[in-house]
Nanobody, 127 residues
Framework: QLQLVESGGGLVQPGGSLRLSCAAS????????IGWFRQAPGKEREGVAC????????YYADSVKGRFTISRDRAKNTVYLQMNSMKPEDTAVYYC????????????????????WGKGTLVTVSS
């Protein structure tokens, strides 16, 4: 069964950190660009951070630049999102997704049709 499974969400205080994981099963992530997306209540899904399949180039939304870092571990077939200096406005359900052809900028900015989506993990930033 082909699937993406996110983990690592939870409750964190403002200024705190979390690391999200996106593990693939049934297929390899090597040939895909991978993105992290989030959706807050009442808002549209938005791209947060994306990483290419080839040269490791990345793209970040302005709202998370300098605070979040996306990385991939090919041996573990997993992509991570390290989130630091978190803010209440980071509260959302976070999803990972794959796309075989999009550039990281296009993937994060316009959220084109994806080949795989995970079911999401909830991140709440609150004191």
């Amino acid at each position: 069964q082909l699937q993406l499974v996110e983990s690592g969400g939870g409750l964190v205080q403002p200024g705190g950190s979390l690391r999200l994981s996106c593990a693939a099963s049934g297929f390899t992530l090597d040939s895909y660009a991978i993105g992290w997306f989030r959706q807050a209540p009442g808002k549209e899904r938005e791209g947060v951070a994306c990483i290419s399949s080839s040269d490791g180039s990345t793209y970040y939304a302005d709202s998370v630049k300098g605070r979040f870092t996306i990385s991939r571990d090919r041996a573990k077939n997993t992509v991570y999102l390290q989130m630091n200096s978190m803010k209440p406005e980071d509260t959302a359900v976070y999803y990972c997704a794959t796309n075989p052809a999009a550039t990281v900028r296009a993937m994060c900015l316009w959220v084109p049709p994806m080949e795989h989506w995970g079911k999401g993990t909830l991140v709440t930033v609150s004191s």
